[in-house]
């Protein structure tokens, strides 16, 4: 089983100002990484896949990089609807599909 | 496209419930479908596939021997039989799969709103 380990695991920030999320895995897993989204009381959003193409719709300011077992997901000029929880997601080995355990970012 | 899940409810510790998951708006047949559970306050954690034809199901350990997924691709369904539950069982259980704008997808794009199963006594 391939762990994800995501940290911090709360991040407070500024509105307008960068956040930046990281993401480990316990082995490689290519580019075959996604992040998510989730609001309270909401389901998932798909933000990014392979490691660094945005989702139809994700604003510019949601960038991903990274491959192998190290990955990082760039919030720029954070807005209020982008205080949320964010998950990384690997799909490269499965089963099981295997999440992080979740970066809350807050508002400083 | 959307998956709308209902079944869940407050059980006790040892009992079963039986989740469903409506799916529309996509080619159902041509999936797979997922099972993500999120315990309050917690993360994501997958917890059964079945692939499109429903031969190929895979489960979390945590579940293994307990929970049973199965689908009816003549009604669009797709069901988690959850039997022997525990207090950790407790969460909001998702229906997902990778239907979405990206074609041939290994990732989660689509998923239903949740339903909430609190085993308790």
């Known amino acids: 089983e391939i762990v994800m380990t995501q940290s911090p695991d709360t991040l407070s920030v500024s509105p307008g100002e960068r956040a930046t999320l990281s993401c480990r895995a316990s082995?490689?897993?290519?580019?075959?990484l996604a992040w998510y989204q989730q609001r309270p009381g909401q389901g998932p959003r798909l933000l990014i896949y392979?490691?660094?193409t945005r989702a139809t719709g994700v604003p510019a300011r949601f960038s991903g990089s990274g491959s192998g077992t190290e990955f990082t997901l760039t919030i720029s000029h954070l807005q209020s609807e982008d205080f949320a929880v964010y998950y990384c997601?690997?799909?490269?080995?499965?089963?099981?599909?295997?999440f992080g355990q979740g970066t809350k970012v807050e508002i400083k | 496209a959307q998956l709308v899940e209902s079944g869940g409810g407050v059980v006790q510790p040892g009992g079963s419930l039986t989740l469903s998951c409506a799916a529309s708006?996509?080619?159902?047949?041509?999936?797979?479908m997922h099972w993500v559970r999120q315990a309050p306050g917690k993360g994501l954690e997958w917890v059964a596939f079945?692939?499109?034809?429903?031969?190929?199901?895979y489960y979390a350990d945590s579940v293994k021997g307990r929970f049973t997924i199965s689908r009816d691709n003549s009604k669009n369904m797709v069901y988690l039989q959850m039997g022997n539950l525990r207090v950790e069982d407790t969460a909001v259980y998702y229906c997902?799969?990778?239907?979405?704008?990206?074609?041939?997808?290994?990732?989660?794009?689509?998923w239903g709103q949740g339903t909430l199963v609190t085993v308790s006594s």
């Open positions: 997902a799969n990778f239907y979405g704008e990206q074609v041939y997808a290994e990732f989660f794009q689509l």
């Open positions: 708006g996509f080619s159902f047949v041509a999936y797979g």
């Open positions: 079945i692939r499109s034809d429903g031969t190929i199901k």
């Open positions: 082995q490689s897993v290519n580019s075959n």
């Open positions: 392979g490691a660094s």
């Open positions: 997601h690997q799909y490269h080995y499965w089963p099981p599909w295997t």
